[in-house]
């Protein structure tokens, strides 16, 4: 079940990915939210996550202020129908990655031959291997194709030395932390949370 944290002008459903990065955005500007977190590791039960996501809508939709999904648009098959039938707003970003980095830095990574994680996504994988059913050979398996990892850290939670050599031992790729400003993000944010306020423009 969704987690609800209650407090006031916003509210927002949430993936868990964005804990930390998404309570720091919203603190340094000072926006109140009832945030109703939903668990990362259901990117890999999307039928678990498109009922999470219906149920926590149906929840708010007609009763909350300025209700919004904080979850990519790529992130579920038919979520942008979703979010229209409640009459909602998505953020305008593909996924957490892009919202974070923006797709153009995405890209330009991926076309590296790196894998891009968050500290978040680091910490939710004992949850999606087990979920999986996957053992540590079919983990590198399925990130056979990359050549390093690489974990941008805002710094608000950061992964210990132990994690990130937990990390590299479960895949055996190269884990590189590198830091994240939050100011695209921030941006991204800011700009949403600002057309919730303005009435007839569902994404």
């Known amino acids: 079940m969704a987690m609800v944290e209650h407090n006031t002008a916003v509210t927002i459903i949430a993936c868990g990915i964005f804990t930390d990065e998404l309570q720091a955005v919203l603190a340094k500007q000072k926006v109140g939210a009832d945030i109703r977190w939903i668990d990362a590791a259901l990117h890999t039960d999307l039928p678990h996550l498109e009922a999470e996501i219906n149920s926590s809508l149906a929840e708010v939709t007609g009763t909350a202020a300025a ?85 941008f850290d805002a710094g608000i939670h950061p992964l210990t030395d132990e994690e990130v050599l937990d990390f590299f031992d479960l895949t055996e790729l190269v884990v590189e932390v590198r830091p994240l400003d939050l100011g695209h993000f921030s941006s991204l944010v800011e700009n949403f949370i600002a057309q919730l306020r303005r009435p007839g423009e569902i994404a």
Request: net charge neutral.
């Open 67 to 151: 209700p919004c999904v904080l979850f990519g648009s790529g992130c579920l098959p038919g979520i942008s129908d979703i979010v229209q039938r409640h009459g909602v707003h998505i953020l305008p970003a593909g996924n957490c990655i892009d919202a974070l980095l923006g797709s153009e830095e995405r890209l330009k990574y991926e076309a590296e031959g790196c894998f891009l994680m968050t500290p978040g996504w680091v910490r939710a994988w004992p949850s999606i291997v087990a979920s999986m059913g996957w053992d540590a050979v079919d983990v590198r398996i399925n990130l056979g194709r990359y050549k390093k990892i690489l974990v």
